[in-house]
T-cell receptor, first 112, second 117 residues
């Protein structure tokens, strides 16, 4: 069965520091992978997605993610975090039936 | 492009009443629409998948008679929470996918906050 694990429930970083949010998935075939960000009381905003091709994916707001098939991972990174990045981040995997399975989310806190 | 709207953005109702939430794809035809539920500080859980003109497919554990889904057109799906109770209070998010290209990702609406008193 498909599943997504985000091991870190909360992460706190200082503004300007680098960030890595972890995501591991379980899926029998090549997955479609997504990272979304959600601010309190808001809907989801797509940061980036991986369907195929280059395993290093660039997204919006300076985020990038790397697909590593051998590790079943799709970690999200940002070289320098801004205070406005504080939010909840969700990793998702999709199957060819188009159903998305979301991870439990990682809440990012940014210290000034 | 690929914008999805939801209405209302928030609703408060009394226990026992029914509430309808609309999900619209504004600039594309949505072959499939999905309804999710999100409890505070939790992840999104898929409730049901609906295709235009067909009955919705509900996920295990979701009551069909409680959460009525109608997908009458290629741009509109509605979720009706019938006889709502306080435990139905949640954040409901819809998404829609089109039918172009080799893979069709979902585009998410802004969500509807339901509070049942």
């Amino acid at each position: 069965a498909q599943s997504v694990t985000q091991p870190d429930i909360h992460i706190t970083v200082s503004e300007g520091a680098s960030l890595e949010l972890r995501c591991n998935y379980s899926y029998g075939a090549t997955p479609y992978l997504f990272w979304y960000v959600q601010s309190p009381g808001q809907g989801l905003q797509l940061l980036l997605k991986y369907f195929s091709g280059d395993t290093l994916v660039q997204g919006i707001k300076g985020f990038e993610a790397e697909f590593k098939r051998s590790q079943s991972s799709f970690n999200l990174r940002k070289p320098s975090v801004h205070w406005s990045d504080a939010a909840e981040y969700f990793c998702a995997v999709a199957s060819r039936t188009y159903k998305y399975i979301f991870g439990t989310g990682t809440r990012l806190k940014v210290l000034a | 492009g690929a914008v999805v709207s939801q209405h209302p953005s928030w609703v408060i109702c009394k226990s026992g009443t029914s509430v309808k939430i609309e999900c619209r794809s504004l600039d594309f035809q949505a072959t499939t629409m999905f309804w999710y539920r999100q409890f505070p500080k939790q992840s999104l859980m898929l409730m049901a998948t609906s295709n235009e003109g067909s009955k919705a497919t509900y996920e295990q554990g979701v009551e069909k008679d409680k959460f009525l889904i109608n997908h009458a057109s290629l741009t509109l799906s509605t979720l009706t929470v019938t006889s709502a109770h306080p435990e139905d209070s949640s954040f409901y998010i819809c998404s829609a996918r089109g039918d172009w290209g080799s893979y069709n990702e979902q585009f998410f609406g802004p969500g509807t906050r339901l509070t049942v008193l």
